[in-house]
């Protein structure tokens, strides 16, 4: 419709590039998840299967059809995307810009939406640390668990995220999200000495492995935290949880990851 008769479907509705977005965003290498799969999108809606698989209608041409959906600005990502992942698979096939699949028109559409001339840049770059769908509720994977994959770290998160959702934010260096349950909130910018930070506040039983559990005031958190070398040093100041030079409290609502 754009091509044939000049109209826009895209710019002025800001949920049509999730559409194709979803998919990168809820990514991650999977081998250790999904034994022989390299990546794997960790959703909950409908299609809970490998879109990755690159088959049928709904299984291919998120790249050939997706940059088509997608915002100038939003494209040297998704390009990134495909360049790291797909392309010398593609190549080695013949079958290049994402042409894969059997269906004739996928190749039409490569061609009408490749970003030809556009530069990649790293998603990290310019997706947001934290991004809210409620509608589907893509918060976490069923049922609950967080992936926490980095640093030569592949793990789960030793407590699950319950409840319905009552508050999120996203930040400049990661997010909150708040259920009945508690509060679970990422810190990405290195200000605790580590270069990550992830928080619950909530009561737990037991004691997690690979996490630390600590009470500062009234609260109690569970704290795990990814770097190279030791972990910064956590304590208690009054109310106020000390994960290094990082502070954490909670004020009712959300945990708040502060300087």
Known sequence: MRVAR???????????????????????????????K?????????????????????????????????????????????????????????????????????AILSFVNWPFGIEEQDPDIIFAKAEEDKSAGHYSVKPGNIFVWGLEKKTTFPVRISGDVKFF?????????????????????????ADAVLVLTGPITGTPKGATVIKAGETTYT??????????????????LMVGAQT?????TAVRLGK
């Open 6 to 36: 000049g109209k826009d479907f895209i710019s002025l509705r800001t949920a049509v590039p999730w559409m194709t977005l979803k998919w990168p965003m809820l990514t991650l290498p999977a081998s250790d998840f999904e034994k022989g």
């Open 38 to 106: 390299d990546m794997f999108p960790l959703h909950s809606n409908t299609y809970d299967h490998n879109i990755y698989e690159r088959e049928g209608f709904s299984g291919a041409g998120h790249f050939a059809q997706g940059f088509g959906t997608i915002s100038e600005a939003e494209k040297p990502a998704l390009l990134w995307r495909y360049n790291h992942v797909f392309k010398a698979a593609d190549d080695a096939a013949g079958t290049p810009f994402d042409t894969v699949s059997r269906y004739p028109h996928r």
């Open 169 to 193: 934010e996203a930040t400049e260096t990661g997010g909150v999200l708040s259920t009945s349950f508690g509060s679970f909130g990422v810190d990405f910018s290195g200000k605790s000495g």
């Open 223 to 240: 704290v795990m935290t990814l770097q190279k070398g030791d972990a910064p040093e956590m304590k208690a100041e009054g109310d106020t």
């Open 248 to 252: 954490v409290t909670y004020d009712g």
